[in-house]
C-alpha cells in the first residue's frame, strides 16, 4: 500500500503498544497518532479532527483521504460524518455479530469491503496496473 498511499495510523492504543504490534506487522507508516496522543478514543470527532491535521501537515487535503479499518462503529460512521470515504477491512466475514466492537446498526455503509488487509492491498494493486 505503502507504493501507492501515504500511511497514516489512527489507533485505539497506545504507543508502546502500537510499537510491539508493528514490529510483527513490519509496515513503515508515515505518521502514527495513537489514543495515548490525543487523550480520547475513537469515535471521538477530536481523533478525526487530529488526523485531519496531520494529513494536512503533510500536504495531503481532505479530500485525498482514504480511511481503511475494520470497526464499522469506532472508524466508519465517524470517518463518514466528516465526509471520507472509507475502506471496511470484515475480517468477521460470514461470522455474526460485531466482535467487541457495538452494533452500528444502519448507521453507516462503507464504500468499499474486503475481507482483509491483504485482499485491499491486491485490489490495490491490480488497479495501479490497469
Known amino acids: 500500500l505503502a507504493n501507492h498511499y501515504r500511511l497514516i495510523i489512527l489507533s485505539n492504543i497506545d ?7 508493528n ?6 507508516f508515515d505518521a502514527i497518532i495513537t489514543a495515548e496522543d490525543l487523550g ?3 469515535p471521538n470527532p477530536r ?6 491535521e496531520r494529513a494536512g501537515e503533510m500536504e495531503v487535503p481532505t479530500g485525498k483521504l482514504l480511511h481503511v479499518a ?4 469506532h472508524d466508519h460512521v465517524p470517518a463518514k460524518e466528516i465526509g471520507l470515504p472509507t475502506v471496511w477491512i470484515n475480517r468477521r466475514h460470514g461470522k455474526p455479530g460485531w466482535g467487541a466492537t457495538p452494533d452500528p446498526g444502519s448507521a453507516v455503509t462503507p464504500d468499499w469491503e474486503f475481507t482483509s488487509m ?12 490497469q
Open 118 to 129: 491483504a485482499a485491499f492491498a491486491e485490489a490495490v494493486q491490480i488497479d495501479a496496473e
Open 15 to 21: 504507543r508502546a503498544s502500537f510499537a510491539a504490534s
Open 23 to 28: 514490529e510483527k506487522l513490519g509496515v513503515t
Open 40 to 42: 480520547s478514543y475513537k
Open 70 to 73: 475494520q470497526s464499522l462503529f
Open 47 to 52: 481523533n478525526f479532527a487530529a488526523l485531519i
